[in-house]
């Protein structure tokens, strides 16, 4: 029986993800770097950290990496001050989690004032016991360390606690925590090596609900 709820924030509870794609692009150019296709999807779901290192293997040793990825965050966090649209499903599983009596937690790879800004547009701040964010661990997603810091924070075991994620990073980290892990994919489809990873793979938090419902997981 699941006994908590770690919810990713960007693809999952927000459509977020084309945001984010679209910093990459003007983030480079100023300095002088031209976007390389798939970079986007590289990166997504993963940490600064993680991606610092990425921007250095795909460009080279001399990439202003850290200049770089602060210049994208910018970009990005700019474009959220407006609310951005919720994803199908969000509302009626929040609600069904709190009647239950279901703790939840938001673990983002975002900085930890993006995640309350994107909350706080829609007044769903009130829904979490917890919040980890990506300006918050030492070891961002594919690692399992922000969501063992929020099962911990919400005082669970992590094979008590459900994942749900968009990105493969996300996943990848869920499972290697021991977590009970769902995708809900937003921008890229589950790859074989996913759906192992995966108790289930749902087209939307609809059917993360029906789940649920039905004792399923």
């Not at 600064?48 to 990825?69: F, M």
């Amino acid at each position: 029986m699941i006994q908590g709820v770690l919810f990713d924030m960007d693809g999952l509870m927000f459509d977020t993800e084309p945001l984010w794609g679209q910093s990459w692009e003007p983030a480079l150019a100023a300095h002088g770097l031209s976007y390389k296709p798939g970079l986007a999807e590289a990166c997504r779901g993963a940490g600064s950290s993680v991606n610092r290192q990425r921007l250095l293997d795909w460009y080279g040793p001399d990439c202003p990496a850290d200049a770089v990825i602060s210049d994208m965050h910018n970009i990005a966090e700019a474009k959220f001050a407006a609310p951005v649209p919720k994803k199908p499903g969000l509302d009626p599983l929040l609600a069904w989690l709190s009647e239950q009596r279901i703790p939840m937690a938001v673990v983002s790879s975002s900085r930890e004032a993006v995640v309350r800004r994107n909350l706080d547009n829609w007044a769903l701040g009130p829904y979490f016991s917890a919040l980890v964010a990506g300006d918050k661990v030492t070891r961002p997603k594919p690692d399992p360390q922000p969501f063992l810091l929020g099962a911990q924070m919400l005082g669970l075991e992590p094979g008590r606690c459900l994942v749900l994620e968009d990105s493969y990073n996300g996943v990848r980290a869920g499972a290697a925590g021991g977590f009970v892990t769902i995708m809900v994919p937003d921008l890229m489809p589950p790859t074989p090596e996913i759906r192992a990873l995966c108790t289930a793979v749902c087209p939307s938090l609809h059917q993360v609900l029906e789940l649920l419902r039905a004792g399923e997981v």
